[in-house]
């Protein structure tokens, strides 16, 4: 099992920043690819950002490339979103998740943390 929590969300005006962590317990945190997923008002759930093991490979959605930087500190079991220029078309519940190495799909997620965008 791998517990995840994640922090940092807030409410921010347009063009602001805000960083989100993800903190990790359980087992070896380097064995896990790690995304950031988000949940905007009314809609379904959509991937934002993924890091793979080493954090030496990263992807993002188009709607968040340029602005999002997602990385990783495998020493202190964390996975970070540093997001700038942010819309209010950004808010939304985000969330992180855990892929076990060697699979296809995320078999952990956290609780989420609330990012509201304002105009």
Do not use: H
């Amino acid at each position: 099992q791998v517990q995840l929590v994640e922090s940092g969300g807030g409410l921010v005006q347009a063009g602001g920043s805000l960083r989100l962590s993800c903190a990790a317990s359980g087992r070896t945190f380097s064995n896990y690819a790690m995304g950031w997923f988000r949940q905007p008002p009314g809609k379904e759930r959509e991937f934002v950002a993924r890091i793979s093991w080493t954090g030496s490979n990263t992807y993002y959605a188009d709607s968040v490339k340029g602005r999002f930087t997602i990385s990783r500190d495998n020493a202190k079991n964390s996975v970070y979103l540093q997001m700038n220029s942010l819309k209010p078309e950004d808010t939304a519940v985000y969330y992180c998740a855990a892929q076990p190495r060697y699979t296809s799909q995320y078999d952990y997620w956290g609780q989420g943390t609330q990012v509201t965008v304002s105009s």
